[in-house]
């Protein structure tokens, strides 16, 4: 045996030198990414508020990313074991999006107001990316696409999600094809209206739910109903939020404020999947 062998192996340093930007800023463009906040008043909480915000944004993209791919799959495939793995991811990102939550969730109206009057009357309501969840979930609305009238591509990528189905659309098309009454109503309606709940569509879950657990739609509306309750808290904990910072005054965006927020709070995502399970 070399001597060398016996002396205390020094691990390998990271690599140093690079030609130009690093492989890392290449690939994550970090460099762009953190030079992105530019607070509006000189309060020091509002850098914490921005990049909530922030945050929240790159967690609803990745999500309506997720949801797409299960739409895609069930569309094209009929691939469910894709579309619940899609489904699943979103499940473990809506809980860190949800987690997002800690640093804003306990604002006094006194630190809110700091830089409140700053954001003029900017407001969550005009994100765009939380528009295309609400559309892939099949809460559609072509009024929600006005304010985005003066952001060419955004309005182009909302129209687009507009009139194309929406996750649910999907998965009742894939229930119809899977041998479920699905009725005619429903799988031919205009996909850019707001889906509304019909009793052959509970009865189609009633039976998925009343057969075998392991079954792949009994998994899918297992996994869709976890979607479901996730969107529901981000809904919640926004309101919760609200309250705390600015108890009933008015939205920036011009709403009522949390008397708005509490209806949209209480809208059901697909809504059968809850109904349903009163007739099991
Ligand atoms: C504690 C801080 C926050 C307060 C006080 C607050 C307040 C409000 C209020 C009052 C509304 C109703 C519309 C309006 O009149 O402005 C609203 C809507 C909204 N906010 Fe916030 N918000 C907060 C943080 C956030 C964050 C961090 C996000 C992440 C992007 C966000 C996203 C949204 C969205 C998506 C809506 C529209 C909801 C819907 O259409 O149903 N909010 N917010």
Redesign the pocket.
């Known amino acids: 045996m070399s001597q060398t062998a016996h002396e205390p192996h020094e691990p390998e340093t990271p690599h140093l030198d690079f030609e130009g930007t690093t492989p890392y800023e290449d690939y994550v463009r970090a460099d762009v990414l953190t030079h992105l906040q530019h607070p509006l008043s000189d309060d020091p909480g509002e850098m914490v508020?921005l990049v909530?915000?922030q945050v929240?944004?790159l967690w609803?993209t990745v999500i309506v990313h997720e949801w797409e791919t299960a739409a895609h799959a069930l569309r094209t495939a009929d691939d469910i074991p894709t579309a619940i793995a899609a489904l699943k991811r979103s499940i473990r990102e809506l809980e860190a999006l949800n987690a997002s939550?800690t640093p804003?969730?306990h604002?006094t109206p006194a630190q809110?107001n700091s830089y409140r009057s700053a954001l003029g009357e900017g407001?969550?309501?005009q994100?765009a990316m939380?528009?295309r969840m609400?559309f892939l979930l099949g809460d559609k609305s072509a009024s929600?696409l006005v304010p985005h009238r003066g952001a060419p591509r955004v309005h182009a990528e909302l129209e687009k999600a507009l009139q194309e189905p929406s996750l649910y659309d999907e998965v009742l098309r894939l229930l119809a094809r899977r041998g479920h009454a699905i009725p005619q109503s429903v799988l031919r309606r205009d996909v850019a209206l707001r889906y509304e709940p019909s009793p052959e569509v509970e009865r189609a879950w009633t039976a998925v739910y009343a057969g075998d657990p392991e079954d792949e739609l009994a998994r899918l509306g297992e996994v869709l109903t976890d979607v479901a309750e996730l969107v529901w808290r981000w809904?919640n904990d926004?309101l919760v939020?609200?309250r705390?910072?600015?108890g009933a005054k008015?939205?920036?965006?011009?709403?009522?404020?949390?008397a708005?927020?509490e209806k949209?709070a209480r809208k059901n995502v697909f809504p059968e999947l809850w109904t349903a399970r009163s007739h099991v």
């Open positions: 508020f909530t915000t929240m944004e609803f939550w804003l969730a604002l809110f407001s969550g309501f994100s939380y528009r609400e929600m809904r926004h939020a609200t705390r910072a600015m008015a939205g920036t965006g011009g709403s009522a404020g949390v708005w927020l949209r």
